[in-house]
């Protein structure tokens, strides 16, 4: 998938773990992991919003698109 979730990296920079993020967002913490390890297929905008406030930064810092490469045929 094109979209990288980095908050692993914005919660290090935060220092803050994954169970105090979830405490303050109100997601579970199995949820945190989840977006961490980039194994969802969506997360709603109100939840995005609480994360990005919390860890006082934008959806951008956790966010990134990276092109996928072309398969070349061989």
Request: charged content about 30%.
């Amino acid at each position: 998938m094109p979209i990288i979730i980095t908050l692993d990296v914005m919660l290090a920079k935060r220092k803050m773990r994954s169970k105090e993020l979830s405490r303050r967002v109100g997601i579970s913490v199995q949820n945190i992991s989840l977006l961490k390890s980039g194994k969802v297929k969506g997360v709603r905008f109100e939840t995005l919003a609480l994360i990005c406030e919390v860890l006082d930064c934008q959806p951008g810092d956790i966010l990134v698109y990276e092109k996928e490469q072309e398969k070349k045929a061989v």
